[in-house]
DNA sequence: TCGTTGTACTTGACACTGTCAAGTTGTACG
DNA sequence: CGTACAACTTGACAGTGTCAAGTACAACGA
């Protein structure tokens, strides 16, 4: 068969991979079947497991994809209109919803591994030093390393629980009647940072601006 | 075939999810078959579907006990020896460490859907619930319901997005040398709650203790 | 005592899945 | 011209979720 225009040497694994991200997108990562993902490819069943070794080898794929683009979306943080911390968390929130096929793989250890894939591991490791970089513009440079990474964990314990219950959990099945989904995120959001600043303040770090 | 003593009439209902269970805990979700679950409780491979219709069923019901279960362990939370919050943390952390496998499929609304099915839904709330009367302990009563959802949804990201990086993602390999994962734990529990003790004060709500 | 009804399963079948193994095709290079 | 390799395809197999149909047995009304 001769490849259509669009689907030139090479592009099979990016239309592989879109198909997955599609999928799970759509259905969640439970139902994506590979077979599924090379018949929206256009390709054989067996195509996949060319480029990505097994099942978990795309969704490793996905993940390291996903971290990547989350340190990325970490470095684009633009903290002169808001303060750090409230950028930061809008910023996961929004890579959260906007990549929700990628988001839904990250942190899915049973299908994936950070523990079983180098790569993934890699790109997880960049996503939380830009975290680790960005404590420090909360606090300030002087912060001691261990207080650092404490406050960077709980800053992403925040945001990735926000972002957990807002995409899949049961939280936006609970906002009181009389006010909308995304007023409670920004209530909850506004919340978060202004704690976060307090703390920052009280610990004697430079709450920056 | 005669039952044996230990599986007396209406104990298979019972042996199915303990084993469905004990898969989820030791393989994750994804890996959890309805044959393999049936063959671990010693009945054929349609029997589980007597009981809990289809696979999403079973998740289903493993979902509403752990709700169920969380919302005691919130209630059973002792708050003599430490502020509130603090206690809700450890206490959300060692349920999901405790109870993994009710855990992982609790906030997986792709496999058995807070959405979907209905028991599930009644014990998330209850659930959610036992949380709001937390708040008020932290906050006092005179709070303002819609702030009081805020600091709800708050304090719900901040222990689901830890216990989650905790049990399943990359923050234990992200631990810097020379702590144990514990040490980290507690230093992120401790600050957590500190911080949310000072945005309660600074609200002008009594800091209980 | 007999037939009916209902529960608690079991057996059988089907389409579908992930994955191993073995082709096939085209392209690059010596 | 040969051969090596990448990029696939085709075929097969065991295992899966689930529908449909059966079986065993207790409870109950006539």
Redesign the pocket.
């Known amino acids: 068969?001769v490849?259509a225009p669009s689907e030139q040497?090479?592009?099979?694994?990016r239309l592989v991979l879109d198909a997955a991200i599609a999928i799970i997108e759509s259905e969640g990562a439970e139902s994506?079947?590979?077979?599924?993902?090379?018949?929206r490819a256009?390709?054989?069943?067996?195509?996949p497991?060319?480029?990505f070794?097994?099942?978990?080898?795309i969704f490793a794929v996905i993940s390291e994809e996903g971290f990547s683009s989350l340190a990325q979306a970490f470095r684009n943080v633009d903290e002169t209109e808001m303060p750090a911390a409230k950028a930061g968390f809008i910023a996961y929130l929004n890579f959260a919803r906007k990549h929700t096929g990628h988001f839904r793989v990250m942190f899915r250890n049973d299908i994936c591994g950070v523990t079983t894939h180098d790569l993934t591991a890699v790109a997880a490791d960049s996503a939380f030093d830009e975290l680790r970089l960005m404590v420090e513009r909360i606090t300030g440079p002087s912060i001691d390393p261990k207080d650092a990474f404490t406050f960077a964990a709980m800053l992403w314990s925040l945001s990735h629980g926000l972002a957990t219950l807002v995409i899949d959990g049961p939280l936006p099945n609970k906002i009181p009647p009389g006010t909308s989904l995304e007023d409670q995120i920004s209530a909850v959001i506004d919340l978060s940072s202004h704690m976060v600043a307090l703390e920052a303040a009280e610990k004697g770090l430079l709450p920056r601006q």
């Open positions: 068969m490849p040497h090479g592009d099979v694994r994506l079947s590979m077979r599924e993902v090379a018949r256009g390709v054989s069943h067996q195509a497991y060319h480029y070794g097994d099942r978990s080898g």
